[in-house]
């Protein structure tokens, strides 16, 4: 079996102006493209790199969004603003083929490896700074003539305090040492949210609603997490209000629970490979073919002064050539419950407090 290479640095584009990007990220989402359009543009910009003769090796991906803005139309019920296609050679009007778009501005960061050729000297290093910035500098470069997610980059603006420009870090060997710079490195990705994986919301929902039925399926437990299925809540006494008012809501999603979304994580084979240019009208007529659907699951848009080391921010690719499943995986890990309080509120005072002494020890 090879051996996965360890990270030894991380690349950071900052700050990243997106116009157009794909809002549509699978037959049943939309608001932000999926994290493999970003798992997708990492492999692209590897091997512009490897013609570059810059000898790095993306091995991971982590996305901080700052803002977006998906282009529909405001109200009760949204629409996706569409483009007028030109009228076919008849003069009839052309189809319209559904197009959502939005405007991004993100923070990527990959977790990077050195290619060594044979007898070469490695730059990952202590003193390989300079050869590191002019790395970043031509990543930079190359990736400014990418899209991003079918969008196109623009220019990055000068922020006051914040790096705009890309740049590279090594990754210490020592744990306590590399949580330090992580500590130091999440700051620039601030305000901002990070997309993390949280399969384990997924199966807790399950479980609840086989409480219920017991034929839940999981695909009913990701329709209901999607969603707020508002109820009357109980009174933490038993007691009627004293105006006779009755109290609504999601007793699984209270207040404070976080900013959980349904994503596509990857996808699943619907059918065996096919051989080359065995399948008519594909793509790549050189390349093998099999068809697939998307695989769903749950994520959790969280700041990044909440994360504690580098893996809870990246997303990583998976093959299972013998199951037929190719996902992404994140390493995020929900830290304790918070404490619930009678009126379905989270208690976060004691978060904020761990937070407060956080700021003070960096």
């Not at 493999?36 to 810059?54: C, H, S, Y």
């Not at 329709?223 to 933490?236: E, G, M, T, Y």
């Not at 995020?332 to 379905?344: A, E, W």
Request: hydrophobic letters at 40%; charged letters at 20%.
């Amino acid at each position: 079996m090879t051996r996965k290479p360890q990270p030894q640095a991380i690349l950071v584009l900052p700050h990243l102006r997106v116009q157009n990007a794909n809002a549509i990220s699978s037959p049943l989402t939309h608001g932000f493209p999926s994290i493999t359009a970003f798992t997708g543009l990492m492999w692209a910009l590897q091997r512009k790199l490897v013609q570059a003769q810059i000898p790095l090796k993306l091995l991971s991906v982590g996305v901080v969004c700052h803002h977006h803005q998906e282009q529909v139309t405001q109200g009760y019920v949204r629409t996706f603003n569409l483009t007028r296609n030109p009228v076919d050679k008849d003069g009839s009007t052309a189809a319209i083929v559904e197009e959502g778009r939005m405007h991004l501005q993100v923070s990527l960061i990959f977790a990077v490896a050195e290619q060594l050729a044979p007898g070469a000297a490695s730059v990952l290093v202590q003193g390989g700074e300079d050869r590191m910035a002019e790395w970043a500098a031509k990543a930079g470069e190359i990736a400014a003539q990418m899209r991003v997610a079918g969008g196109t980059l623009l220019p990055s603006r000068p922020v006051p305090g914040k790096k705009v420009r890309p740049w590279m870090a090594l990754l210490a060997e020592d744990p306590q040492t590399q949580e330090a710079d992580f500590r130091r490195w999440r700051r620039q990705w601030l305000p901002g949210f990070a997309l993390v994986a949280r399969d384990d919301l997924l199966a807790a929902r399950l479980e609840q609603l086989r409480k219920t039925d017991a034929q839940a399926t999981l695909l009913a437990a990701w329709l209901h997490a999607s969603r707020f299925n508002h109820q009357v809540l109980a009174d933490p006494d038993g007691k009627p209000q004293a105006d006779g008012k009755v109290r609504w809501g999601d007793p699984l999603r209270p207040k404070g629970s976080g900013w959980t979304v349904p994503i596509p994580v990857g996808y699943a084979a619907l059918s065996p490979r096919h051989a080359a240019g065995s399948v008519a009208n594909a793509r790549d007529m050189a390349t093998p073919l099999r068809f697939v659907e998307s695989v769903y699951s749950l994520g959790e848009w969280i700041s990044p002064h909440r994360l504690t080391d580098l893996e809870q921010l990246l997303w990583t690719a998976e093959t299972d050539t013998a199951r037929g499943l190719f996902r992404c995986r994140n390493g995020y890990q929900p830290p304790h419950t918070l404490p619930v309080d009678h009126d379905g509120h989270a208690n976060l005072e004691d978060e904020w407090e761990e937070e407060d002494d956080a700021y003070v020890d960096d």
